[in-house]
């Protein structure tokens, strides 16, 4: 069982950046993939980017595209998430996962981190 440990959440301005890690302990995440989802209060999850084990896959919702970047670091056993030109309807619990395949898909994640809060002002 790999555990997972989100850091680098916070309060940020609208316009601001923030970045995510995920570092993992237990399992070397080399050979997975891993996800970001996040849940906005009184919503369901929802899918924010994915990549490949590799690194050379990556996917992310619409309402991300171009604004954020997922990247991993296997050396460090590490996934980052880089948010930029962040907005209030960003605010959200973000949460890391492991699973066998790149997916959008939640179901497939096999083991989940705690999450980590990020507000956007306005």
């Known amino acids: 069982q790999v555990q997972l440990v989100e850091s680098g959440g916070g309060l940020v301005q609208a316009g601001g950046s923030l970045r995510l890690s995920c570092a993992a302990a237990?399992?070397?995440?080399?050979?997975?993939?891993m996800g970001w989802f996040r849940q906005a209060p009184g919503k369901e999850r929802e899918f924010v980017a994915h990549?490949?084990?590799?690194?050379?896959?990556?996917d992310y919702a619409d309402s991300v595209k171009g604004r954020f970047t997922i990247s991993r670091d296997n050396a460090k056993n590490t996934v980052y998430l880089q948010m930029n030109s962040l907005k209030p309807e960003d605010t959200a619990v973000y949460y890391c996962?492991?699973?066998?395949?790149?997916?959008?898909?939640?179901?497939?994640?096999?083991?989940w981190g705690q999450g980590t809060q990020v507000t956007v002002s306005s």
């Open positions: 996962a492991v699973g066998p395949s790149a997916t959008a898909t939640e179901w497939r994640y096999t083991s």
């Open positions: 990549i490949s084990w590799s690194g050379g896959n990556t």
């Open positions: 237990g399992r070397i995440l080399s050979s997975y993939a």
